[in-house]
């Protein structure tokens, strides 16, 4: 286990290596830079902009340029070109705002994708069958920022129930995090259905119920948790698909987070921050998938890492 765990964690490094490549070049292939855009409408001179981007490097050919980002993540030492903050004081201080705004689309999204896709398998070919998959194809099928304009004109403007915007309480949690939850129940609903039809067709489950198990005890204790690891996997890939998805979300209800302080970034071209956002998330995304691999043992006491 412990061989395992260190040779995942440092699988990790050539692929942040990769992304922060990447990210470095696409960035690079925006055009303009940061500097200009800030002081070109203020009417500064041609020298002052040449000096303020000699001054944080901008002049330096690319490579010098990505290794000064790369040793600057590895120290902490990189800021942003606009507020001068170090980017990882800024993700200290507003991934914790992401992550609640994940975390609770993810429990909306499993309350109620999994007992969508139990009953869905329990009753196949059933009227509830079709509805909770025809339910599911339009949660899949409705983009975010739709859907978010939708729940705000309904909720916030039509019904008054909740803000339409803003970031603190949970009042102004629940719709950014319906949002991003509906697409998300949709394919867990999905995917618990189909594995779930799969096990009640296994042997197993036929001994189960001829011992006499309540059909309770047959769907929860042995079906359900075998149906789970591709379910498990599932929810991994999701957590990272959230916390990059919360750009959208957090942008249309102007909730603090690192997704709208990207966009901010990516339009100011404020390259250190971006890269820096980019990176520390990537790296979020690939511990959660790490941590994903090892609760299969936990869940399947057969799986062997």
């Given at each position: 286990?412990?061989?395992?765990?260190a040779?995942?964690?440092?699988?990790?490094?050539?692929?942040?290596?990769i992304?922060?490549?990447l990210v470095?070049?696409?960035?690079?292939?925006?055009?303009?830079?940061?500097?200009?855009?800030?002081?070109?409408?203020?009417?500064?001179?041609?020298?002052r902009?040449?000096?303020?981007?000699?001054?944080?490097g901008?002049?330096?050919?690319?490579?010098?340029q990505?290794?000064?980002?790369?040793?600057?993540?590895?120290?902490?030492?990189?800021?942003?070109?606009?507020?001068?903050?170090?980017?990882?004081?800024s993700?200290?201080?507003?991934?914790?705002?992401t992550?609640?705004?994940?975390?609770?689309a993810?429990?909306?999204?499993?309350?109620?994708?999994?007992?969508?896709?139990?009953?869905?398998?329990?009753r196949?070919n059933?009227?509830?069958?079709?509805?909770?998959?025809?339910?599911?194809?339009?949660?899949?099928?409705?983009?975010?920022?739709?859907?978010?304009?939708?729940l705000i004109?309904?909720f916030?403007?039509?019904l008054?129930?909740?803000?339409?915007?803003?970031?603190?309480?949970?009042?102004?949690?629940i719709?950014?995090?319906?949002?991003?939850?509906?697409?998300?129940a949709?394919?867990i609903?999905?995917?618990?259905?189909?594995n779930?039809?799969?096990?009640?067709?296994?042997?197993y489950?036929?001994?189960?119920?001829?011992?006499?198990?309540?059909?309770?005890t047959?769907?929860?204790?042995?079906?359900?948790?075998?149906?789970?690891?591709?379910?498990?996997?599932?929810?991994?890939?999701?957590?990272?698909?959230?916390l990059?998805?919360?750009?959208?979300?957090?942008?249309?209800?102007?909730?603090p987070?690192?997704?709208?302080?990207?966009?901010?970034?990516?339009?100011?071209?404020?390259?250190?921050?971006?890269?820096?956002?980019?990176?520390?998330?990537?790296?979020?995304y690939?511990?959660?998938?790490?941590?994903?691999?090892?609760?299969?043992?936990?869940?399947?006491?057969?799986?062997?890492?």
């Amino acid at each position: 286990m412990a061989r395992y765990i260190a040779a995942r964690l440092l699988s990790m490094i050539p692929v942040l290596f990769i992304v922060s490549l990447l990210v470095f070049l696409m960035i690079h292939l925006i055009p303009g830079d940061p500097v200009t855009t800030m002081l070109q409408r203020s009417g500064a001179s041609k020298e002052r902009i040449a000096s303020i981007q000699h001054e944080l490097g901008l002049d330096q050919p690319l490579p010098v340029q990505y290794w000064t980002f790369v040793k600057g993540m590895m120290t902490g030492d990189i800021h942003s070109i606009r507020t001068r903050q170090s980017v990882l004081e800024s993700f200290k201080e507003l991934f914790p705002k992401t992550l609640e705004l994940a975390a609770a689309a993810m429990l909306i999204s499993i309350l109620l994708g999994v007992p969508i896709g139990i009953i869905a398998a329990t009753r196949q070919n059933t009227f509830l069958d079709y509805f909770s998959m025809v339910l599911s194809f339009v949660g899949v099928s409705m983009p975010d920022f739709w859907l978010a304009l939708m729940l705000i004109y309904l909720f916030a403007v039509k019904l008054n129930w909740v803000p339409a915007s803003g970031g603190e309480g949970l009042k102004r949690l629940i719709l950014p995090a319906l949002v991003l939850a509906v697409g998300q129940a949709a394919l867990i609903a999905r995917m618990v259905r189909s594995n779930m039809i799969e096990v009640l067709n296994d042997e197993y489950i036929k001994t189960a119920r001829a011992k006499g198990l309540s059909e309770r005890t047959v769907i929860l204790r042995h079906a359900l948790q075998n149906a789970l690891i591709p379910t498990i996997t599932i929810l991994g890939l999701l957590v990272g698909y959230l916390l990059s998805g919360a750009v959208i979300v957090e942008t249309i209800f102007a909730r603090p987070g690192i997704g709208r302080l990207m966009v901010d970034a990516i339009l100011a071209r404020d390259y250190p921050q971006v890269q820096g956002l980019v990176l520390l998330t990537s790296f979020i995304y690939l511990l959660v998938n790490a941590i994903t691999d090892i609760s299969y043992v936990w869940i399947d006491p057969r799986v062997r890492l």
